[in-house]
């Protein structure tokens, strides 16, 4: 089977952040299937453009066996809203022309995972020119989340946003979603045939983390990164408006007589303004690191004492499966959840963690307590935790079931 994936923010080897279909098409290679990326250049967290992609509109480049055509993304995606925007439709247009005349091939599938919902624009144009089946993946419901999180204002843009969904479910012969909650919104609330709505969710990747485990000096790294005689609580992802990284300063004020840090880690649009905010508060128990490679990031998860999964209070975030919840499971560590909904739900029912009301940091204050003094619950849940998500979000066991169903896609 011969793929061709759109994915503006797909990771380039030595990229940090969420991975997941880095691993996943590593794992359909591994299946005999080839894999060709039309990806973005600037990283999704506002990182600058790399210098090697300066002035340049293409660049193919191989990332083991899978082929990536990195595609023109406007610069002005780091300055603002309307920029972020610009961003958006530069890919689009650059992927579309990269789909239709610079890469060659015959493909059997385009696939097509958003946000950004417009880059479905240009996998449907594909898919109609290359007679191939589009296949549309939601990892958030866009652009519901950009409405409640205040990025998205203007009423033109939404109501063409709203549109384009419609249009492109209709479209698309398969859409997958990342939780159930996605699957109940798509086929109640926006009248998806319930046959083309598949379940692929986020996963945990146990390739890095069982060998973490089995040979890592955890004790040595602590010890190198000053985090000795601390109760380390980390936070890996976007530093963005959605997450409200705000509240965690909150806590780390209420909780300056204990021996509690926090470690974010991460890059986004708000980190510079956070890091102000905490300097001003006077708040020491609060450290931000940069985005570090993955590797790096397990390290970090399983040298802390708890993993922490943080979102703004909005309803649509109740849809979501935080990516590094799972991360912090593969690891072992339980997981402070302050987002509600699904997220919620998974963590009490894996007895791996607890719920903490988003935004409120008195709660922060008191479930924390409770955990500071007790290593038998944080080893329990974290042992609960790795066995749940091993047994039900395994990525390579995912990657595998969503590759048999694009199979069956294929054969009707």
């Not at 005689?229 to 300063?249: K, R, S």
């Not at 974010?264 to 985005?291: C, S, T, W, Y």
Request: hydrophobic letters at 40%.
């Amino acid at each position: 089977m011969n793929i061709l994936l759109i994915h503006q923010y797909f990771l380039e080897d030595d990229d940090a952040g969420g991975s997941r279909w880095n691993e996943i098409t590593k794992t359909w290679v591994s299946q005999g299937a080839q894999v060709t990326v039309l990806a973005g250049m600037v990283h999704a967290n506002g990182k600058e453009k790399r210098s090697e992609y300066k002035g340049k509109l293409y660049k193919k480049k191989l990332q083991g066996e899978v082929a990536v055509w990195r595609c023109h993304v406007s610069e002005a995606y780091n300055k603002n809203f309307i920029g972020r925007l610009w961003g958006y439709f530069s890919f689009m247009f650059s992927s579309l022309w990269a789909g239709l005349f610079k890469v060659k091939g015959n493909f059997d599938v385009v696939i097509v995972t958003s946000p950004p919902l417009f880059v479905g624009f240009s996998g449907y144009c594909i898919s109609r020119f290359k007679r191939i089946p589009l296949v549309f993946e939601i990892r958030d419901l866009w652009p519901e989340s950009a409405i409640d999180t205040g990025v998205l204002r203007s009423k033109p843009i939404i109501k063409l946003a709203f549109w384009f969904e419609r249009f492109i479910y209709r479209k698309a012969k398969l859409i997958n979603v990342l939780t159930p909650a996605f699957r109940t919104a798509l086929i109640e609330n926006k009248n998806v045939p319930a046959d083309k709505v598949i379940f692929i969710p986020n996963a945990a990747d146990f390739s890095l983390s069982d060998s973490l485990l089995e040979n890592f000096d955890r004790q040595i790294f602590r010890s190198k990164n000053d985090l000795n005689d601390h109760f380390v609580i980390t936070y890996v992802g976007a530093h963005g408006v959605a997450n409200h990284l705000q509240q965690v300063l909150d806590a780390g004020k209420l909780l300056e007589d204990t021996n509690v840090l926090f470690l974010l880690i991460g890059q986004g649009m708000e980190k510079e303004k956070l890091k102000k905010m905490a300097k001003e508060r006077q708040i020491k128990n609060v450290r931000f690191l940069d985005p570090v490679p993955k590797q790096e990031v397990f390290k970090y998860i399983i040298s802390s004492d708890m993993g922490m999964s943080v979102l703004k209070k909005v309803d649509t975030f109740k849809t979501v499966y935080s990516n590094k919840t799972f991360d912090y499971m593969a690891c072992k560590k339980p997981i402070l959840m302050a987002i509600d909904g699904v997220s919620r739900e998974l963590v009490e029912q894996a007895e791996a963690g607890s719920y903490i009301e988003p935004e409120n940091a008195e709660e922060f204050n008191r479930v924390i307590r409770m955990y500071i003094n007790d290593q038998g619950r944080i080893v329990e849940e974290g042992v609960n935790g790795y066995h749940f998500a091993k047994e039900n979000f395994d990525r390579t066991q995912l990657a595998k079931k969503y590759l048999a169903l694009i199979k069956d896609v294929l054969k009707k």
